[in-house]
T-cell receptor, first 117, second 114 residues
Framework: DGGITQSPKYLFRKEGQNVTLSCEQN?????MYWYRQDPGQGLRLIYY???????QKGDIAEGYSVSREKKESFPLTVTSAQKNPTAFYLC????????????????FGSGTRLTVV | AQTVTQSQPEMSVQEAETVTLSCTYD???????LFWYKQPPSRQMILVIR??????QNATENRFSVNFQKAAKSFSLKISDSQLGDTAMYFC???????????FGAGTRLTVKP
């Protein structure tokens, strides 16, 4: 079955460490996205990529970095510059479609819970 | 930038009754998509219903329907015959045609009571 896989499910980071969250999809989707979810807030966009070797900053990109070396993969690195990284991180993907072209919207992964210890 | 507002942080409804969740959005675009996503305690995001802005007919999916008022920039979700499994966070979301990055509201926590 096609889908989008995030790993690990839980991740613990010590102060000053960089950590990388994995996101892999086998849906042949063009675009991939990273969101952060904090309690009482909706999902906020960190980074997105619509094509291999290209990506764009979202609303809260500071302290994060990404790469898109393969269409299937879009890892997110939480760097030591991110001062408050404890949150739930969601990865999503979609086909890029115009109006009236049918199926649209995101497929989401199951998320990674990152905690600073 | 597009913003999505959900003015009801929490709501509750009795099982088998009907509830409506509100959503408004702000955009200068004329063509876009709107969504309602459900996030149960498992935290998996599940698509409930979606609407293309150029379609005047309101979308329906079984017990779920929307009231899309384009001029008022309003996109409410009606859940009929509420079930215990409908208990979840519900997020309204907006996506532009030419960009495909989605913006979310803060969510409404819905509790269905037996």
């Amino acid at each position: 079955d096609g889908g989008i896989t995030q790993s690990p499910k839980y991740l613990f980071r010590k102060e000053g460490q960089n950590v990388t969250l994995s996101c892999e999809q086998n849906l042949n989707h063009d675009a991939m996205y990273w969101y952060r979810q904090d309690p009482g807030q909706g999902l906020r966009l960190i980074y997105y990529s619509q094509i291999v070797n290209d990506f764009q900053k979202g609303d809260i990109a500071e302290g994060y970095s990404v790469s898109r070396e393969k269409k299937e993969s879009f890892p997110l690195t939480v760097t030591s510059a991110q001062k408050n990284p404890t949150a739930f991180y969601l990865c999503a993907s979609t086909l890029l479609r115009g109006p009236g072209q049918g199926d649209y919207g995101y497929t989401f992964g199951s998320g990674t819970r990152l905690t600073v210890v | 930038a597009q913003t999505v507002t959900q003015s009801q942080p929490e709501m509750s409804v009795q099982e088998a009754e009907t509830v409506t969740l509100s959503c408004t959005y702000d955009t200068s675009e004329s063509n876009y998509y709107l969504f309602w996503y459900k996030q149960p305690p498992s935290r998996q995001m599940i698509l409930v219903i979606r609407q293309e802005a150029y379609k005047q007919q309101n979308a329906t999916e079984n017990r779920f329907s929307v009231n899309f008022q384009k001029a008022a920039k309003s996109f409410s979700l009606k859940i009929s015959d509420s079930q215990l499994g409908d208990t979840a966070m519900y997020f309204c979301a907006f996506m532009r045609y030419n960009n495909n990055d989605m913006r979310f509201g803060a969510g409404t926590r819905l509790t269905v009571k037996p």
